[in-house]
Structures are given as structure tokens and as C-alpha cells.
């Protein structure tokens, strides 16, 4: 069932009011995967290594379009947590090519943020108006999803498995994050395994166990940052 509450009822009960705050703060940790001494089995375009410092937002997809009353639409997208209160956490649109949106119809005011409320059906979904009244709906398709966050200081670099030929094993560097200008794919690096069954690059050394021309078996002997 939709809702649509006016500033009056929602000053006189409360029940309606939201005020969207902008508390959040995104979660950040370091990975360096996978583990020294581990046996890992991977295919072409698989990470043999990665490390570094992942900046993340938690986020919402909503899969199907939100008609609510006819004040407001959602069109299916993500979109970034930006705060959270006693209501529930608020949401905005990112600056992604997936991003959701929200079309202001005819009995709609300006909004300032999407809502999902604490212990609402999994379908429920809000708009916050700039008045702070919650217009909802319960016919949402909602997913939680996790957005690479562009403000933080994320760094990440990692090494590529591109296949074998004839022994000769093809890889290469990737690095990403937030301050780098030049991101994307560096070096390209051949290793023979006729000669040696131990990949270096920088600090990492991986010793092969067995190999094929579309995967590699192998262990870690150490990561970029290990000495």
C-alpha cells in the first residue's frame, strides 16, 4: 500500500517525519590475498596476487521502477548510502553510469533522499521530502550491493594471469585507486617455466605447482609489501 503524508499529519504524529542526515562514513580495509603458502588454482584474467587499500560504500540497487502515488518515480539503479538515524538509512544517487534516479511527478515536492526504514518489509522504500516527510512504498525490488567509493583514498595493484604459451607465462600489473592518474594495466611480464618455476615481480614470488594453457596452480611466497 502507498502513502503519501502531508507536512500537517506529520508534524501532529510524528509517524511520517524523517529528517535525512549525512553521517555516514565508508568502510575501508587492507587485503593482500591470497595467503602466504596457500595453494591457489586459478584461470585466464584471474588475479594471481592483489593488495592494497579498498575503499567501499554500502549501497542499494533497486531492480524495478517505484511508482509512488503521484508524487514520485524511482528509476532502477544504485545508490550510495550517505547517513543513518533511529528512522532507518538514507540513500542518494551516485555519480555512476548505473545510478538510480527519481522523478519529481505531479504532487511531488523536492526530495532530499531515499529511505529505508529500520524493520520494514524487504519491499518498503521512502523519498524524503525537504519538508521531512516520508512518502513510501512497498513494491520495491531491493538489493544491498557494495560501491567502490572514488573520494576515498583507495590503492589497489594486483598481478593478471593472461595464459601460457609453450611454457612461457604471460602476465601483467594492474593498478587502481582513487589518486592515480594512470590506471589500468602497466607492465607486461613473460616468465619461462623451462627455467625456473618461481614468478617474481617487484616483492612478489610465486612458485608454480602445475600449469595449462588456460590456468596455473601455485603458492605465495610472499606479497607486494612482504620483504
Known sequence: MNKLLVPIFCI??????AVTEYNYVPDSQKISEPKIGQVNHITVGQPL???GNISE???IKVLNP???DLAYKIIPGVFKKVGSSDKGDFYMPDQIIDSGSVVVEVLGQPWNSLLIKKGSSPNEICIVTDVNVAVC???AQIEQVK???SDGNSFEQALIFNGINDQVVDISYQKIGSNIENQG???TIQYNLKNSDIISYRNVKLKVIDSSENSLTYTVISNFSDN
Not at 12 to 17: E, I, R
Open 57 to 59: 560504500i554500502d549501497g
Open 12 to 17: 501532529a504524529s510524528l509517524s511520517g517525519c
Open 66 to 68: 517505484v511508482q509512488i
Open 49 to 51: 596476487v592483489r593488495e
Open 147 to 149: 560501491l567502490n567509493n
Open 185 to 187: 594495466f602497466g607492465d
Open 137 to 139: 512504498s512497498d513494491k
